[in-house]
Structure formats: C-alpha cells, structure tokens
C-alpha cells in the first residue's frame, strides 16, 4: 500500500459563492453571476451549502473525520460590495469568525482572493480586460493582507484559464461570450499581471505568510503517434499550461507558447499585446511564488481538427454530450479503455503523474505544490442517511497513489485539498453534480458523511492509501 509523508495536509476544498449562499445578506454586494443565473433560469446560488450560517458546523465536521485544511475563498463583493471603495465590515467581521473556528478546530486555512467571482460594478466594466480593475484587484489583496493576520497561506486567483475560456471560449460563464480568442488571451494576460503585481506587493511588504496561484491543469495527450494529432495537444497544451507555467515561473512567454499563439490567433482572427513593463513585473514575481496550487481533475486526448469551432458542453451529466472542436488547436476526443465521469471527464490519473514531473524538470524552482483540487462529481444516492460512494472512493484512492508516485520520484507536494469538502453548487451543472465528502441535503441543509468521509479519515489518520 502507498504511503503519504507524515506532515502531509489532507484539506477539503470549497470556494465562497459555491457554499455560503447568503447572497444578498450581510452587506454583500452582487456579482455577475446574480443577474447571469437568475436569467438561465436553471439553478439559484441561494442557499447553495448555506456555510454563511453552517461554518462552525463545517469546520467542527473537518476536525472529526481528520481534515486538517480547509481550502475556502474570501467573496471579495462581500468585503468591498462596489469593488472598491466602502468597506463592508460585516464581511470583514464574518471571515474573522471563519478563521477563529478554523483555529479553534485545528484546521489550516487556505485562502484564495478570487474564485469566479469578481463584484458586479467591476465586472461590468469589463472584469479582468479591462486594466483598471487590476488595480482594484491589488487594493483588495493588500486590504486582506493587512486585515486577516491569522492567514498564512493566500492565493491570488482561482484557474486563471477557465476564467477566460469560461467566459470567452465556451460562453458559460458571464459575459457568455463565444470563441473569442482575443479576449481570452488578454484575460490569460491581465490576470497573470495581476498575479505578478499581488506577489510583489506581498513580499515588498514583507507580509508573513505564503504565497502562490493556483492553476487548473488539464494534461494533454496526442490522440494517435500521428504527427498533426501531436502537434494538436502541443497547442492546446501551450495555451491551457505552459502559457500560465510561464508567466508564473519565467515571467515571460517561452518561444514555444509564443508560436503557438500565433498559430491559434491567425486561425481565428485573434491577436494580443504584451507590454514590456507587464513582463518586467512579472519577471520580478518569477521566483517569488511560495508555491503552487493545481487542480487537476481529468485530462484530455486531442486530435487535429481542421474545421469550423464546435463546443457543447455537457453541463447535465447525460454522458457521451460534450463536444469540444476548436479551430486553430484541435479536438478533444474520448479514448477506449479510459473510464470518464456522467459528465465525460476522463479519469486518467497517469495524468497527474505525468503533470507533475513535467513541472519539476521545466520549472525547477516551482518550490513547492498543494493540490488544491481534485474529485469526482458523481450523482450519489442517499439511502436513508447512508450514500455509499464507491466510484468516488475508487477515483480519490487512484489519484492519490499517482501523487504519492510523484512524491517517491522527487515532486515536493505538501498537501492535497479534495473537491469538495460537502456537497455544493456548481456553476454550470447545478446541484446533482456532487462533490462531496459530506452530503448535504439542501431543503434541509442536514449534513451526512458519506462512505468516502471514513475512508478519508482513515487515509488522513495512517497516511495510508487503501
Ligand atoms: C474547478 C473550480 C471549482 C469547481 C470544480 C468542479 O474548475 O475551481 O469551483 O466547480 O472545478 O467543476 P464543476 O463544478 O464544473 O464540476
């Protein structure tokens, strides 16, 4: 059996807008998701896991079935509701609570600054395309820093790539916008600028703490030995990975990533600009990362597609939907023999393996990593109070050996938080799509671990992968 280090965290991992619910109380301010959900008609945030009110009851869960970290996001709407400007001081007063009962039940919290959900007033002016609101980004991470002392380990943004694929690629997060790539290559930009800029202020500052991102990192295989097939996953690779490894950890674009935009934006019409101070800045930030965050959930075959764009994404869980062909990069295929969720997400975990020894020999000083994702959203069953999650034990236990693999081969990885701690709403699937290691009933907001929350209380408690 495989073993995980002694001082290993074994965290859950949730984001604000996803669990707290309370999106209109306590002084919160909108976000464009509000109005965006509301017009889809299909599922409210509201009271999503209701953490606003359960926290304690959350946290104290953490404590007896042996999570000892607690990944969570601060909603920034609900610290400054404009984005700028007034401070919300019950927001404030709601994260302190937050951290005390982290402190209280032994669990490390890990904070990100933005998951998804940048306040309305600001999104509307453009979110992360337009460059005044980088500068509203850092004035809310110094806020954060010079408030919550008790955090000691902070993450600028939540997966940088599908922020701007979401939003401009696919189209299913606000603004709703389809294959534009260049938005998205912008968005990629301005957001990894923003980074830089947090990263610098933070160590200039001399805050006491840690710092990193954490990126959504999907590896990619050629779907054959096929020369175009290889050359497929080298561009979707370039735009999805090695275009955010380098901006963290070179602080500038290689000239690979650079030859494969330039491929993706002349099949779509695309361009960019990345001015010579951004680099600068980003240069600075390059060694500066105390670690690095990755989510990693599947990962993706890509064959040469020479076609026109066709996406579906397969947001219900009716499997065997999702369509993924883009012009100028490839198409994402299935593979036989590769087991993938209701919603066609491969579960592959050689993929994670792979991903981490690739960053170890590109990127030596990446420091350190924290898996800050990984799970399985499963359509589980409550059978009066008890929901046996074998799949989902099965695919924890898989990807838990690949990183304790990557461990014994040299990766430095001090920590593995599990999408997601209990049940929760998710942006584009809803409710049955669920993560966690505690269900939750939503009418009732009643907890229940599942069969999955005792075995990872046994893997936290041996360091012990059965
Ligand atoms: C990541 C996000 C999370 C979460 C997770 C599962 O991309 O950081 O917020 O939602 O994926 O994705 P989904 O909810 O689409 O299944």
Redesign the pocket.
Known sequence: MLKLPEDFIFGGAT?AY?VEGATKEGGKGEVAWDEFLEKQGRFSPDPASDFYHQYEKDIELCEKFGVNGLRLSIAWSRIFPDGTGKVNEEGVAFYHKVFAACEKHGVLPFVTLH??DTPKVLFDQGDFLNRDNIEAFVAYAKFCFDEFKEVRYWSTF??IY?VATNQYLLGIFPPGITYDFTKIIACLHNMMYAHARVVNLFKDEGYAGEIGV?H?LETKYPASDALEDQHAAFLDDALSIRFLLDATYLGYYSDETLSALAEICEANGASYDFPEEDLAEMKRASHRNDYLGI?H?QCHFVKAYHGENAIHHN?TGDKGTSVYKVKGIGERIYKEGIPRTD?D?LIYPEGLYDLLLRIKEDYPHYNKIYIT?N?M?FKDQFDDGVIMDQPRIEYLKVYLESLSQAISAGVNVKGYFL??LMDLF????GYN?R?GLFYVDFETQKRYPKESAYWYKFVSETKTII
């Open positions: 984001a996803q998951h998804f939540n997966e599908p954490v959504s989510n959930y947001g919603w997400w994702e799970g959203g999408w997601s998710s942006w584009s699937n799509k993560y």
